[in-house]
């Protein structure tokens, strides 16, 4: 039995894919229509970004550099002041 909720947890882990985070006001890139590049940043480095949002809490994300230098968000934390 728990070999069978194992494989189940593996099929859906493949099938349903980890939800990508959308960009908020504050983050890199949100509201331009045209995308952010990085020409001289190493392909898969990371790249910080920390801001406060609309309710005055501390927001740090994380992108990730992609082979054609655009950026995707991998992780976003909210922290209190």
Request: charged share 25%; net charge negative; aromatic share 6%.
């Amino acid at each position: 039995m728990a070999q069978l909720v194992v494989a189940l947890l593996a099929v859906l882990a493949a099938v349903y894919p980890a939800q990508a985070l959308d960009l908020i006001e504050g983050s890199i890139g949100y509201g331009h229509e045209h995308v952010t590049r990085l020409q001289n940043a190493p392909v898969g480095s990371l790249v910080t970004h920390e801001f406060q949002d609309k309710l005055g809490k501390e927001v740090h994300e994380t992108y990730k550099v992609q082979e054609d230098g655009t950026l995707k968000l991998e992780t976003r934390q909210y922290r209190d002041k």
